[in-house]
């Protein structure tokens, strides 16, 4: 397999790699033009039929997914990098018919001059524009972690789509012109807020928060994720149900492989697909996820496109700094060697299907993930057990010693009972019981909770209280037994490693008589396989069961009735 | 025998954070033996120009994977890459395609 670092040396005559295109050839679309440009693999374009290529792809992605419509307010987050620059230019070229807004993120760093090269191209663009710090997710509203039920906008494919569009035109017309003009106003406005720097107070407890952070790994999802908190907050404040972000195919690869190394395997069609339903009434989508970096910044500097550079918390930092840099490092050097890398990865990520395809959606959503608001892919529950035990570092010599995480050993009370708890742990355990997989590794870089953002804590408060009594139901998660021909086979995983999917525990009451596999009372294997379609297979057969033992688990439960003892496992079923 | 070469050496997408912020330098490469070609430019930005962290501009005998060269607003690997001959007053233009979003 390649590895990084290895040198492939030249590539073998009439073997893998395409013959290299040189000056003398001519435009692979008009045939006429001089080819200034090479993308893809050997493909050279003139400059007009590459300007007119990069439009239209444009157009295209944004035509293809037949989710934005005409008159419908779009936030365009702009980070002053390129590929949110080359965005807002397209959106410009194209000129939608519909109004839009620029959101911008700025970090600590030569503030003021950065803020006014983006004032200026702002002012340029003529759309209403907010510049948002990000020290003002320290006075975000816990709201912003809630999902709305989604608007009721016009849905539609195919010949439908026309006709939705039609109805949601008459609404908006019905609604008034007046506001119809005030929307599609090109006159520049100024930002809402009148304050635009941020309190000394503020910016001091940002860097106190990223400064307690350990790895730089750590710090780049906290930083992606207060970002995308922030960008919500300012499109749910100012009425945009769209938000288009500028992530281009080669960071989404990047962010792919990424992503499945922060265990975030289970949200990838959220993170790199065209469309991110995941905040209910906000829709984020990525109009530039078919143009390569490559392509972009050709085109801005074809095109003269302004953008702002601003340093990032990864800005010089050595290859091995963090995973998302190693990944990158990664992906780019074998693109170098084999030029179709980046698209065979992103093309993978087009295939991946967001819902499972047997009516699982019928059955009520699980809690969502308190910082990523994706559904959950962890048993809340498991936090009382051996991999929160792991996570929130309790320690107790009368603590039985923890197996493998995702293993239940006897009453899960163990963790909790027998031994006084600290506030701080307490809230600490309550917030990470509330995250995914993925959010719960990152968050075990950061030392103390107390730096977070207050809505954060806040929501994690409120939330503890809502869903604790609902844990044993629908909502957090279910015992199920499951039937020996869908567990791996062989003995459990001895020495789970850290990152990997998740796990599905194994209850003591509900056993699968598994031929020819004993199992220890009270001490079930751990098991690594994914949770979405077992769920759908047992579905089919039982149905949900609630865990009448989950009464005597948590020392804060409300005792529940011992429920009914379940579907009789039947190994030979499904 | 090749004359010296008066070229225009350019930096973008971040890069110039390596070359202490300057973008545009105007450069006059000696007269040497061999003709110039952009490998030995590469040599020669290593040792006069860049002020740190090289390891994040060049790779080998090339560029970091990432960067992306424009010789005169044209990709250089229609020009032959590293061995494309330099002329006088060519404009080598290198982006970093790593930053930003």
Redesign the interface.
């Known amino acids: 397999m390649c590895e990084v670092g290895e040198d492939y040396g030249e590539p073998s005559p009439g073997g893998l790699q395409p013959p ?4 003398e ?1 001519k435009c692979v679309k008009c045939k006429e033009g001089l ?4 993308i893809r693999a050997g493909d ?1 374009f003139c400059r007009d039929c590459f300007k007119a290529l990069y439009v239209h792809k444009f157009r295209a992605v944004l035509g293809k997914s037949r989710l934005i419509f005409p008159g419908e307010k779009v936030l365009l987050a702009w ?6 620059s080359s965005m807002l230019w397209q959106v410009l070229q194209v000129r939608l018919r519909r109004p839009q807004g620029a959101a911008c993120g700025q970090s600590a760093t030569d503030r003021a001059k950065t803020l006014a090269e983006m004032k200026q191209v702002l002012r340029a663009l003529g759309f209403p524009w907010h510049i948002v710090a990000l020290e003002e997710v320290f006075g975000l509203p816990p709201t912003v972690l809630r999902r709305p039920a989604p608007a009721p906008g016009p849905v539609g494919t195919g010949p439908a789509y026309k006709a939705a569009v039609d109805h949601f035109l008459q609404q908006r017309c019905a609604l008034g012109a007046g506001r119809e003009e005030q929307l599609s106003h090109p006159g520049p406005r100024e930002p809402q807020s009148p304050a635009v720097l941020p309190t000394a107070t503020q910016t001091e407890a940002l860097c106190r928060l990223f400064g307690s952070v350990k790895t730089l790994t750590a710090k780049e999802e906290l930083l992606q994720t207060l970002r995308t908190h922030l960008i919500l907050h300012v499109a749910r404040t100012h009425g945009y149900s769209k938000v288009m ?4 195919c ?2 989404l690869a990047i962010k792919l492989m990424t992503s499945l190394a922060l265990g975030r395997g289970a949200f990838l069609a959220w993170d790199t697909g065209f469309a991110d339903e995941r905040h209910g009434d906000v829709v984020v989508v990525r109009p530039m996820r078919e143009h390569t ?2 392509e ?3 085109y801005n ?2 095109c003269a496109v302004p ?1 702002v ?4 918390v990864d ?2 930092a ?2 091995k700094a963090s995973i998302h840099r190693l990944m ?2 990664f992906l ?2 074998l ?2 060697q084999f030029p179709s890398t980046v698209s065979t990865v992103y093309r993978t990520s087009e295939k991946l299907l967001k819902a499972p395809r047997d009516g699982f959606a019928a059955g009520p959503p699980g809690p969502r993930c308190l910082l990523c608001m994706c559904v959950l892919d962890v048993d809340s529950a498991d936090s009382a057990t051996a991999f929160g035990a792991q996570t929130t570092s309790h320690g107790s010599p009368t603590q039985p010693p923890v197996p493998e995480a995702g293993a239940a050993r006897g009453p899960c009370c163990c963790a909790w009972m027998g031994r006084p708890h600290s506030h701080r742990e307490d809230a600490r355990a309550r917030v990470i019981e509330q995250l995914c997989y993925g959010c719960r590794v990152n968050l075990k870089d950061l030392p103390s909770l107390d730096c977070l953002p207050p809505y954060i804590l806040a929501e994690a408060q409120l939330r503890s209280q809502r869903y604790l009594p609902t844990l044993g139901g629908l909502g957090g998660g279910f015992w199920v037994s499951i039937p020996t021909h869908l567990l791996p086979p062989g003995p459990g995983p001895s020495g789970r490693p850290r990152r990997t999917w998740t796990a599905m525990r194994r209850p003591g009451w509900v056993r699968a008589e598994p031929t020819g596999r004993q199992e220890p009372a009270g001490a079930p294997s751990p098991v690594c396989i994914n949770k979405n379609i077992l769920i759908r297979k047992l579905q089919s057969t039982w149905g949900r069961s609630a865990d009448p033992r989950r009464a005597g688990g948590h020392g804060f439960l409300p005792q529940q009735h011992a429920g009914p003892a379940g579907p009789t496992p039947s190994p030979a079923s499904t | 025998m090749a004359a010296p070469l008066s070229v225009e050496v350019e930096f ?3 890069a110039e ?2 070359f202490d912020g300057v973008k545009k330098h105007q450069v006059t490469l000696p007269g040497q033996e061999e003709p110039w070609d952009v490998r030995n430019l590469l040599a020669w930005i290593k040792k006069n120009l860049l002020k740190e ?1 090289p ?2 501009f060049l ?1 080998g005998d090339s560029v970091r ?2 960067i ?1 060269v ?1 010789i005169n ?3 250089w ?4 890459e590293l061995d494309y001959q330099l002329q006088d007053q060519d404009s080598i ?1 290198f ?1 970093s ?5």
């Open positions: 290299r295109p040189g000056r050839q080819p200034v440009v090479v050279a980070s002053g990098g390129p590929s949110s972000t500028g992530d281009t080669t960071r970096l490559k972009v910044a050709f500097r074809l953008s550079f601003t340093p990032a800005t010089k050595p290859e990158e490092a780019l050097r693109q170098a | 973008g997408g971040g954070l390596l962290r390891e994040l790779h994977p990432g992306l424009l607003d044209a990709d690997e229609l020009l032959g233009l982006i395609t790593l930053h930003g979003g």
